[in-house]
């Protein structure tokens, strides 16, 4: 069986960006707060020094609201993309992982002319599978580690 290591990084990328959008919309609710505090806060008498984080915390406002920004259009973009796929493989994929939906959901899908068997066969077989790429993309990293550590 060859396993096509490339096929499935679009659902790697959506976890990434997921997480990232996650963790943006976190730190720009804790960089508001911290203004807030500056402004009408316990820290409004604080003598601020110029370069010091909480001079500039407006600037880190902003870019994080452009970062947050860029990856929501990003993570809309490669919704879209995988969108278009056609394959089941993908379908489940998506709807299971993307949309959230569950394998009943899928099976029941207008979209999907599957059973549930054989949804929850071919979605066995496919977390095997990423399970697998997941493995051999440690495993390779971790061989470029030992390989570059013995070059030096």
């Known amino acids: 069986m060859v396993i096509n290591a490339r096929r499935f990084e679009w659902l790697q990328e959506y976890g990434q960006l997921d997480h990232d959008i996650k963790y943006l919309k976190w730190n720009l609710l804790k960089t508001r707060a911290e203004l807030s505090r500056r402004i009408s806060g316990d820290l409004s008498n604080d003598?601020?020094?110029?370069?010091?984080?909480?001079a500039r915390v407006e600037e880190e406002i902003a870019r994080l609201e452009q970062e947050l920004q860029w990856r929501v259009q990003a993570q809309h973009d490669l919704r879209e993309l995988v969108s278009s796929f056609n394959g089941i493989e993908e379908q489940i994929l998506r709807k299971k992982?993307?949309?959230?939906?569950?394998?009943?959901?899928?099976?029941?899908?207008?979209?999907?002319?599957?059973?549930?068997?054989?949804?929850?066969?071919?979605?066995?077989?496919?977390?095997?599978?990423?399970d697998f790429l997941d493995k051999w993309d440690a495993d390779k990293y971790e061989l470029q580690v030992v390989v570059g550590d013995q070059l030096r």
């Open 47 to 54: 003598h601020l020094v110029k370069g010091s984080k909480g």
């Open 97 to 130: 992982y993307i949309d959230g939906q569950t394998l009943e959901e899928i099976a029941e899908d207008d979209e999907v002319h599957y059973t549930l068997s054989y949804i929850r066969k071919k979605h066995a077989e496919l977390h095997r599978r990423l």
